[in-house]
């Protein structure tokens, strides 16, 4: 056989091969994107290493400065050159090792990755060995190799991201969003890994520590604090070879996006749409359309059956059977909402034997205790007595107590005014007011029609009216300030955007460990419809990850007048409902909510009296 000889590579065409430093720089930007990315690689190690505290440590949102230590197994001096090289791993040793991984770090690109773009130093010493090593590499070239003396496990610190790329480094947000992304990393992780005391710190100031005892709900508590976990309920649930282990929101406690939906697979972080259609679908029929809930669930399944190896960053996996999967989920979180598991009810998924094993009960959930001191809401003083009916010649329709003098939130307080006297083209010419049904419709009696109205539809629309028309909300100064805790990505967006929450109403300062302290509220919101909606902000705020522009605001206003109008079930007296109705035909353009719903619907005699057979 005759054997063609190799062709020489040309290189004075179009087309030319890169360097090897140039190829590297490529194939590292997609592992490393920003400084979230390198902590979650690092972080990653250190759990894979056996770790049991990690802290995490960064400056100017990481872009400058980042640290992370562990007091896991360490790296052998002789190793410690090799693992830097691309492809180099402990993790696997041939293509069969694929199939049965478990570490989260397999592909052995990481640290090639961080070397290529960073300057690096590591401090590692192997457990038993009376000293370790001291390596720097920068730009992917070793600078140092030396013995020294340090403490057991891995201090890992990343200096100047992008350095040697400056066309990537101006693509970086502002320090306190990369900030805000490298502490959700940081969350995630925690969560996920109760066994771990888990600490970050953030310009000098620690504001993440987990206790580390292998409690989940210790840690959820301790990342996003009691606000967020007292919205929880518990999920434990096995089938087909799947367990789902975690938490979800209650009915009620939805959210304005899906920043809160977090998933895991085997300790793993993922992004799932499959997982997130099956959460969904869950709360279907038990959440407003717009809506989303809150989760926190790690499944649980043999290597075998999915695949990690589809995103350079792992996030995203495939499942050999999808619908498994899916079911596992929306059982898992329907169950929640059935009291099942507390009636000790085994659920099986369809298709399972009775023989198949019964999901597990879960014990209640103690009392958790936070690793970091927790923000206390400040009491509030005896409310003083009502004022007295305001006369009809005053001009405000809406008369309100100042919210830090309220326990509670105080009925809708608008301006008594008898039965309406409407011209006879209004929209309610004639109209006789019934009363109420179900503490939520507004029952009119006009002419042969019976007009329903839905009072907080009404109410949320005519006060989103005020307030886009005044372009300001009126607010008050608090006696004490209101303490929130925010996760990472919203804390950042609501110190990177105090202008914004100050035109809406809201006087919010830094209060350190992921809290901010709100000095101002809108008169027209309780205290706990200002620390809901100061919550809704931020996370619209977040997801936007920018200057909110025209169309945001208004959303943004959507939340404060939703949060401020009256409620359904809501005790109204029928000269507020009355009031009600006058400023509806005041306003002949609201027919519809900020959301888009209804205001009013309308039933015919002829409708009515077919429902009864009187006609045909």
């Not at 406690?253 to 969904?280: K, T, V, W, Y």
């Not at 809406?504 to 300062?509: A, D, P």
Request: proline fraction near 8%; glycine fraction near 8%; include cysteine.
């Amino acid at each position: 056989m005759k054997i063609r000889p190799t062709r020489e590579v040309r290189t004075t065409g179009k087309i030319q091969l890169l360097d090897k430093v140039t190829a590297e720089l490529i194939a590292a930007g997609e592992v490393i994107d920003r400084p979230a990315s390198v902590i979650k690689e690092l972080c990653e190690n250190a759990l894979d290493a056996g770790t049991t505290q990690l802290t995490v440590e960064i400056q100017r949102g990481g872009v400058t400065f980042m640290r992370v230590t562990d007091n896991g197994s360490g790296i052998e001096p002789e190793d410690i050159r090799t693992a830097f090289l691309r492809h180099a791993t402990s993790k696997l040793r041939s293509a069969a090792d694929l199939g049965n991984l478990m570490s989260l770090g397999f592909r052995g690109e990481a640290l090639a990755s961080i070397a290529a773009m960073c300057r690096v130093e590591v401090l590692s010493r192997v457990p038993g060995q009376e000293e370790g090593v001291r390596y720097c590499i920068e730009g992917g070239a070793e600078t140092e190799c030396s013995p020294a003396g340090c403490p057991e496990g891995t201090t890992i610190v990343v200096r100047d991201i992008f350095y040697n790329t400056p066309a990537r480094m101006k693509f970086l947000k502002k320090d306190t969003a990369e900030g805000g992304a490298v502490e959700e990393a940081v969350e995630r992780l925690a969560v996920i890994n109760p066994r771990v005391s888990v600490r970050f710190l953030r310009e000098g100031k620690c504001v993440l520590q987990t206790p580390g005892n292998n409690r989940p709900e210790d840690a959820v508590y301790a990342v996003w604090g009691r606000e967020f976990y007292q919205t929880l309920t518990p999920v434990r649930f096995e089938g087909r070879g799947i367990r789902v282990r975690g938490f979800v929101s209650k009915p009620g406690h939805d959210r304005g996006s899906r920043s809160m939906q977090h998933f895991f697979l085997n300790g793993r972080p993922i992004r799932s749409r499959l997982c997130m259609a099956a959460l969904e679908e869950a709360y279907r029929t038990r959440i407003m359309k717009g809506r989303f809930p809150a989760c926190v669930l790690d499944l649980r399944m043999p290597p075998g059956v999915c695949d990690v190896n589809v995103h350079p960053a792992k996030l995203e996996v495939r499942f050999a059977e999808e619908k498994a999967v899916f079911d596992a989920v929306y059982y898992a979180v329907l169950s929640a909402f059935t009291g099942l598991e507390q009636q000790g009810v085994s659920v099986r998924l369809p298709g399972e034997t009775a023989s198949a094993p019964a999901r597990e009960a879960p014990a209640p959930p103690p009392e958790p205790v936070r690793a970091a001191p927790v923000p206390v809401q400040p009491a509030l003083p005896r409310p003083l007595p009502p004022r007295p009916a305001v006369p009809a010649s005053v001009p405000e329709w809406v008369q309100k107590t100042p919210p830090e003098l309220r326990q509670a939130p105080a009925p809708m307080e608008l301006e008594p005014a008898p039965p309406p006297q409407t011209s006879p083209s209004s929209r309610y010419a004639g109209a006789r007011l019934i009363g109420e049904w179900l503490r939520t419709y507004i029952l009119l009696e006009c002419g042969e029609k019976l007009i329903l109205i839905d009072k907080h539809a009404a109410h949320e629309r005519l006060l989103y009216e005020e307030l886009r028309a005044k372009n300001e909300v009126r607010r008050q100064a608090l006696l004490e300030p209101l303490t929130i805790h925010l996760p990472g990505s919203e804390y950042a967006a609501a110190l990177g955007n105090r202008e914004t929450l100050a035109r809406l109403g809201f006087g919010v300062e830094d209060f350190g460990e992921g809290c901010v302290a709100v000095r101002e509220i809108p008169t027209m919101l309780t205290l706990s419809a200002a620390a809901e909606s100061v919550m809704q902000l931020c996370e619209r705020l977040a997801a936007g990850e920018g200057v909110p522009g025209v169309d945001a605001i208004d959303d943004l206003l959507h939340t404060i007048a939703c949060k401020a109008a009256v409620r359904a079930h809501d005790e109204t007296s029928p000269e507020e409902l009355s009031a009600l109705i006058r400023l509806l035909d005041e306003h002949e353009d609201v027919r519809f909510c900020p959301h888009g719903r209804p205001i009013a619907v309308v039933l015919t005699r002829a409708q009515v009296e077919k429902l009864f057979g009187r006609i045909t």
